[in-house]
Nanobody
Framework: DVQLQASGGGLVQAGGSLTLSCAAS????????IGWFRQVPGKEREGISC????????YYADSVKGRFTVSSDNAKNTVYLQMNSLKPEDTAVYYC????????????????????????WGQGTLVTVSS
């Protein structure tokens, strides 16, 4: 039974940092890509970052490039999203998701929509950035 547990959200001032965690269980972690998505009410879910545990590749959307860093601890079956220089427009519910189909993380930037390629989803964690 594939399970993903996202955590680490909270309230932070603009310019601050947060680290989100995505703990995975129930599947062979090394065979999957883990993506981070975010969503605000009334808008589509946005794929912002991805890491492939099979080839180590990473992807960042332009909106977070240079500020967010995705990493994976395969020993702990956990993926992290380090978010620095946070802006009020980063306020959203953040989700992690797992994909067997994506082998190279750069595919997240080429597929539209990309969410259907992720078959397992964790619950969201709310990030609020105050100005």
């Amino acid at each position: 039974d594939v399970q993903l547990q996202a955590s680490g959200g909270g309230l932070v001032q603009a310019g601050g940092s947060l680290t989100l965690s995505c703990a995975a269980s129930g599947f062979t972690f090394d065979d999957y890509a883990i993506g981070w998505f975010r969503q605000v009410p009334g808008k589509e879910r946005e794929g912002i970052s991805c890491i492939s545990n099979s080839d180590g590749s990473t992807y960042y959307a332009d909106s977070v490039k240079g500020r967010f860093t995705v990493s994976s601890d395969n020993a702990k079956n956990t993926v992290y999203l380090q978010m620095n220089s946070l802006k009020p427009e980063d306020t959203a519910v953040y989700y992690c998701a797992a994909s067997r189909f994506i082998r190279n993380a750069q595919a997240m930037g080429r597929m539209t929509p990309v969410a259907p390629y992720f078959e397992s989803w964790g619950q969201g964690t709310l990030v609020t950035v105050s100005s």
